[in-house]
């Protein structure tokens, strides 16, 4: 049984419109959502990036909805104020809310000033972050130094249960790294041999939790609409990692990805004007193993991929509750 959760995506939809959609996929049957954390769009094109920590306070209060965020905490955010926000939600809204860690993107960092590791140290300045906000949830005080630095931080609003912190992970090398720190593992859609051996590297190194999968599609009344639509938004996103970890700015992931050609979104989203081919989709999604399953459909508007996902996919779904 596999929980199907809505995305909500910061970088191409305003907040008060993304509120509304997170409502009409819950009242469509999604039961479950999460959402992006980001600085900065991709590109010019989807042109918004709201903060997603008071966003999600309004998303729990309207809905009744489990949420989850992808976080990089270390650099834009100190990891004691994460906890701070995470322990505030969950205390809030017991057992509703999880976040995911990451180490994040150079298009959302950069604004700090500061230098832009390599990744072996943005990982173990993760790790870092993950046990600092481990002990404080806690309700330990915390005193680091290293790669963040703490003194004598205290959370004094904390939840009955610390929330899931969850690893998020694009590569097996990755997966089974979390493995040794995480409550569950999320990553993005790929060939299915590819998230068979990710979520594979997970578990074998003693990997625990939920296995998490966010799909991207493109839902439209026609191929040529559902195409275009992908094309429009979402390719700047079809680079894979590093140079989507370590460009900067909008304008050149829009430099990059002037030459990419519509058919080339097939490789990154699921494009299709029919219901049923969605829905084939997710349950092979979901034969992998993968317990929860988060949609994301790439355009700006959602609310037509919300109603005919809820009447014509979901049904074919065995969909259920966290």
């Known amino acids: 049984m596999t929980v199907f959760g809505f995305h909500a995506s910061h970088e191409q939809v305003p907040p008060a419109d993304l509120l509304r959609a997170v409502v009409r996929a819950e009242q469509a049957g999604f039961t479950a959502a999460m959402c992006s954390d980001h600085f900065s769009p991709w590109s010019e094109r989807q042109g918004e990036s709201g903060f997603a920590w008071s966003w999600l306070g309004a998303a729990l209060q309207a809905t009744g909805l489990t949420f989850g965020v992808v976080n990089a905490p270390g650099q834009r955010y100190h990891p004691a104020i994460i906890a701070q926000a995470i322990g505030t939600l969950a205390s809030m809204y017991p057992g509703r809310f999880w976040a995911a860690l990451g180490t994040g993107e150079a298009s959302n960092e950069h604004i700090t000033g500061d230098p832009w590791p390599r990744k072996s140290v943005r990982n173990a300045r993760l790790q870092h972050s993950v046990e600092v906000i481990r002990r404080l949830l806690r309700g330990e005080e915390v005193s680091h130094d290293g790669l963040i630095t703490v003194d004598r931080a205290r959370l004094w609003t904390l939840p009955d249960e610390p929330p899931q912190l969850i690893g998020a992970a694009v590569s097996e090398q990755t997966a089974k790294w979390c493995a040794t720190w995480a409550d569950g593992l999320i990553t993005v859609n790929a060939d299915e041999e590819h998230l ?115 009447t014509k996919v979901l049904p074919q779904l065995e969909v259920t509750r966290p």
């Open 196 to 310: 068979r051996r990710t979520a594979a590297a997970y578990r074998d190194a003693g990997g625990r939790g939920m296995l998490c999968l966010q799909v991207h599609l493109s839902y439209a009344s026609d191929d040529d609409e559902a195409l275009r639509i992908a094309h429009e938004q979402w390719r700047t996103n079809v680079f894979p990692p590093p140079f989507c970890w370590d460009t900067e700015t909008v304008e050149s992931f829009d430099l990059a990805a002037r030459h990419v050609p519509p058919e080339a979104m097939h490789h990154t989203v699921r494009i299709s004007s029919d219901p049923g081919r969605h829905a084939e989709w997710l349950n092979q999604y979901a034969e992998l193993g993968y317990d929860a399953i988060y949609l994301h459909h790439v355009g700006q508007e959602q609310s037509e991929f919300i109603d005919v996902f809820g």
